[in-house]
């Protein structure tokens, strides 16, 4: 009888009650919100501490609590607790350089259908907040090849990109010039985050497989022109679409309803074209009639 009981208890204690995924453990990286809606993102460390105008927060507070907790400073001061969206991380991102917008990560990755298991190649590794978005998006069984030259850029977004995504199988990452070289073939996406993406318009339409889309994201009008042109010009080319992404948030209150004071517009224009059987030769491009380029280039200077 004692025997049986005490093999009982023992099944029972080799139990192990789940810990609910649910709530903060260290390591996390947890989103901060007063009561004024500013926002503060940290990394849960048994040790650590969060210190603001609104009191100090030890860690220890918000590990085991439930994801939504609503915290107390030691002014007495409220604290919303919560996992942190992919758009609040990328907002808070340490960076290098500019980095792409949530509103334009989502676009990106609809107008160029990044699906999983898909190919695709990015140049221009920056914050790593792109490559964090496409790593999502392709899944495990995908992959994404991203092309950068600074060896400083790419360490400080290969930490970035860590705090969310620490399996980096499916990521490689080429210290390397991609005007010079695309390696990768038989891609079914390339995103081209780059100044002059006019240069690789042929090496990317040789490494991509048919039907497959190119998207570039661009800042000025001058380089969507000269970009747009290179793939209309280009035999394999076609549906080339070029569009910005704006957005007007809203202030809505029990008695008032307005668009809020500030919005997010241009940060960047998106232009796609797709890998087509092979087109026409386009005709060469009509000169300006605004600068007097079609008439006879005596009647230019008619008059001096």
């Not at 919100?33 to 507070?61: E, M, N, Q, V």
């Not at 960076?95 to 609809?110: F, W």
């Not at 087109?279 to 009647?299: F, L, M, Y």
Request: charged letters at 20%; a neutral charge; one cysteine or more.
């Amino acid at each position: 009888m004692i025997g049986s009981l005490l093999q009982i208890l023992g099944c029972l204690l080799s139990l192990k009650v789940p810990i609910s995924r649910h709530r903060f453990k260290e390591g996390d990286l947890v989103l901060l919100i007063d009561r004024k809606d500013r926002r503060y993102l940290i990394t849960l460390d048994s040790t650590g501490s969060f210190h603001s105008h609104t009191g100090l927060l030890p860690h220890t507070a918000i590990i085991g609590e439930e994801y939504g907790a609503r915290l107390s400073t030691s002014q007495g001061q409220s604290l919303l607790a919560l996992v942190p969206t992919l758009a609040d991380y990328v907002t808070h991102l340490p960076r290098a350089s500019q980095v792409i917008y949530p509103k334009d990560l989502g676009a990106i990755l609809m107008a160029a259908d990044i699906f999983p298991g898909a190919r695709v190649l990015e140049a221009g590794l920056g914050s790593g907040a792109l490559t964090t978005t496409l790593l999502r998006a392709v899944g495990v069984s995908g992959s994404v090849f991203s092309y950068e030259i600074r060896d400083s850029i790419v360490k400080r977004a290969t930490r970035n990109i860590e705090r969310v995504s620490p399996n980096l199988n499916n990521l490689t990452i080429h210290v390397a010039d991609v005007y010079e070289q695309i390696i990768e073939k038989e891609l079914d996406r390339v995103i081209l985050d780059l100044p002059e993406p006019w240069r690789l318009v042929s090496a990317v339409a040789a490494a991509m497989v048919p039907g497959g889309i190119l998207l570039g994201f661009l800042p000025t009008t001058l380089q969507v022109h000269q970009f747009s042109e290179a793939l209309r010009e280009h035999p394999r080319f076609d549906l080339i679409e070029t569009m910005e992404v704006m957005i007007r948030p809203w202030h809505v209150a029990p008695w008032s309803v307005r668009p809020a004071h500030r919005m997010v517009a241009h940060t960047g224009f998106i232009v796609t074209a797709r890998i087509c059987g092979y087109k026409e030769p386009v005709s060469p491009r009509p000169k300006d009639p605004i600068n007097g380029a079609n008439e006879p280039e005596e009647s230019q200077h008619e008059g001096l």
